[in-house]
Every structure is written in structure tokens, then in C-alpha cells.
């Protein structure tokens, strides 16, 4: 399983068990879900919805939402 940390934390509202989304220049890469929150970080594991190939990467978006 993959790991990443955010800069969003409990001063941001961030709290565990919040599902996220991972973008890379607008297109879907995975779900993230919140395990581990502190003041100004997090940490979440990466729901790659079924394809292990997804690998996450530096600068990719993290978002609360999708809209087109």
C-alpha cells in the first residue's frame, strides 16, 4: 500500500477517515483516505481503485472534490 502526506491538518479541519481525491493535470490517479491527521499535516492511504500500476507523485493535486 502506498502512503503519502498532505499539508492540510486538524488547523485545516482535516480529521481521519476523510476520503480525498489525487488528480494529475485534471485526470482522476486515485482516492486518498486520511489515517493519521496532526496540526498541520496528514497522512493517507492510497485507494487506487483496483489498478496497482497507479503510483502517485510529487505535485500531484490533492482535492475534496470533483467537478467538471
Do not use: C, W
Not at 498541520?40 to 500531484?60: E, F, K, L, M, N
Not at 493535486?61 to 470533483?66: A, G, K, P, T, Y
Request: a neutral charge; charged letters at 25%; zero cysteines.
Amino acid at each position: 500500500q502506498q502512503y503519502v502526506e498532505i499539508d492540510l491538518g486538524t488547523r485545516d479541519r482535516m480529521r481521519e477517515n476523510v476520503k480525498l481525491h489525487i488528480t494529475r493535470n485534471g485526470d482522476f490517479v486515485a482516492n486518498l483516505i486520511v489515517v493519521r491527521t496532526d496540526l498541520q499535516s496528514s497522512v493517507g492511504r492510497v485507494d487506487t481503485v483496483g489498478d496497482p500500476s497507479v503510483q502517485v507523485r510529487a505535485g500531484d493535486m490533492v482535492l475534496s472534490s470533483l467537478t467538471r
